[in-house]
């Protein structure tokens, strides 16, 4: 392997890697925070995604239009399912908080289908600053695009949980939600805020991951096992985790191809077993008591 | 008395299941067929679910191991009575070995954990195309006769194959009824309702919720061993974890604290699916009416069973988890207080 191959790899799968993370983070916070495994989640970042294409392709707006817009109707869509739907059933097991975003899996990919049909569609690459020349290779700039944005989420969501009030809510109600409530915080709203950001996260994915990728009405089925395998290798609830986690698998869906070829797409769901076996806190999380 | 009726009511419901043949177009038994053999599937499940208490988002694997072992084995000119119980030998073993690091977690992860487990089997099945086909899985499973050395027993053809399904679905179905009230049966439940004090008294949980998983596992995989030579085809699709999600939503929609509400709920599911795709055109004319739609809708063929089965999913979670069958109960339950009240 040249090193000009070895250095394209290795920028395909950090902006696969990012661009996972910024899905994964929010399907981990909401676990975090709420305890619940939102498997709406992969079809929030589809939405995002057809959203994407609304704007830039159907609107003939600016990707950047896109960017600001539609992350936010999504998350205004995460809102409603919370407030309408999740909020009634917290008390609930935690099998039935599943199943009923599952339901949402089934409603969303059908809404979808309805407004944009079935047939995959594309956004032109070109609107995207072309490309750039690397170690005498030409490569698309707009994966590093996505290696720069995805870097200022993480560290915009890390400063809001570490100093922002909302924040430190946030945190005091994942470490004890009853406890956090005794003391005078209002816990369905922290909730339903959590959940918000959550879902945006999942849509500034879909928006990110439009340009790159085929965009169909199942194309968050495979995003939300991804997204569950960083989350878990990461170590559920846990953000510097799934950076981590998301940096990997990233890095072996772009080298494990070149290697391991047919087994490769096993790997992943390996380690997921593995981690979930041996280490349920993640490999990178503290044990929690 | 009420055994009597029980028992009466049993005997013609039999005689309905074996008589309906001579009433039905072949469609119709196409249908009868898939809901007998999800209803399986989705009862095995619940094994695990309603009576254990545990969600398994990978309960496709065991399906899929049953169907493609069954399928590659009719393809190599095994006969169908030895290449189904193969089937489910093979859905034993994976079950087993699969089982015995599932059960090591519970709850979410538990779930997590079938899952990441389910889309490996998917993943094999998907990539090892020497033999199982790859993407376009193992087609033309066509078996014509059961096998039996000296023993003509035609199996092709509608009818002939609604029997075979018929019979071994009442056997199976009976041999999960057995389980689910026996001793063993009663230490499942007793499970799911507090497992702190079931290992207080010394019961091996894992070993337990283990053995539930694989006898889970073997049904599942005679319900995959039976429905490739059905569909003619063993594809990857069986083994995805969208299809594990099948019985686990036909479970909701029955009711998982029943042991009929799972078959209920196939025959539910199947039904309306069968309903709504033969009559959402005239949904498409409507909604093309709208001007946020394009006119364009109605000539699209879109098949919107998902959103409606969505739709029907979600009030049933939050408002109704008993699923159809606590509702019928209700009812039953309102009627015979009116008919008491009306004999005062």
Known sequence: MSVATFVVLFLNGLANGMLLFSIAAGLTLIFGVMGVLNFAHGSLYMLGAYLTYWIVVQGQLNFWVALLVAPLIVALVGGAIEIFCLRRIYGQDVSFQLLLTFAFVLLIEDIVRLLWGSAPLTIPQTQFGGTVQLLGRTYPAYNLLIISIAPIVAIGLWALLKWTRWGKLMRAAAQDRIMAGALGINVPRLFTMVFVLGTWLGGVGGVLAAPLRTISPAMGDNVIIESFIVAVIGGLGNLPGSLIGALIIGQLNSFGISIAQRAQVAFPFILMAIALLFRPQGFFGKVRR | ?344
Not at chain 2, 20 to 40: K, R, Y
Not at chain 2, 161 to 186: D, Q, T
Request: hydrophobic letters at 55%; glycine letters at 8%.
């Open chain 2, 1 to 344: 008395m009420r055994n009597r009726i029980e028992s009466i009511a049993s005997i013609i419901g039999l005689a309905i299941l074996f008589l309906l043949p001579l009433l039905f177009s072949p469609f119709n038994l196409v249908l009868l067929t898939e809901i007998l053999l999800m209803g399986l599937f989705a009862l095995s499940f619940n094994l695990l679910f309603g009576y254990t208490g545990l969600l398994s988002f990978g309960h496709a694997a065991y399906f899929a191991t049953g169907a493609y072992v069954c399928a590659y084995l009719i393809k190599i000119s095994i006969p169908f009575i030895l290449a189904v119980p193969a089937g489910v030998i093979g859905a034993l073993v994976v079950a087993a070995v699969l089982g015995y690091f599932s059960v090591r977690l519970d709850e979410i992860y538990f779930a997590m954990l079938t899952l990441a487990f389910g889309m490996m089997v998917f993943t094999i099945v998907f990539q090892w195309r020497e033999v199982t086909g790859g993407s376009d899985g193992i087609t033309a499973v066509s078996p014509t006769d059961l096998g039996i050395p000296g023993l003509v027993v035609k199996i092709d053809g509608f009818a002939n194959y609604y029997y075979l399904c018929l019979v071994v679905f009442l056997v199976a179905a009976y041999c999960l009824w057995r389980i689910v009230r026996s001793p063993f049966g009663e230490l499942l439940q007793a499970s799911r309702e507090n497992a702190d004090r079931l290992i207080f008294i010394g019961i091996d949980l894992r070993r337990l919720r283990w053995t539930a998983f694989t006898i889970a596992g073997l049904f599942a995989g005679l319900a995959g061993a039976l429905w490739a030579p059905f569909q003619r085809v063993a594809n990857p699709e069986m083994a995805h974890w969208t299809f594990s999600a099948v019985p686990v939503l036909m479970t909701i929609l029955g009711g998982a604290r029943s042991f009929a509400g799972p078959l209920i709920g196939a025959t539910v599911f199947l039904l309306l699916e069968h309903v709504i795709q033969s009559n959402q055109r005239y949904f498409w004319q409507w909604l093309a009416s709208w001007p946020i739609f394009p006119p364009s809708l109605a000539e699209r063929q879109l098949d919107l069973w998902n959103f409606f089965l969505g739709l029907l999913l979600i009030p049933l979670i939050i408002g109704f988890r008993g699923g159809l069958i606590a509702y019928i109960d209700k009812t039953i339950a309102m009627f015979n207080k009116q008919l008491k009240e009306r004999g005062k």
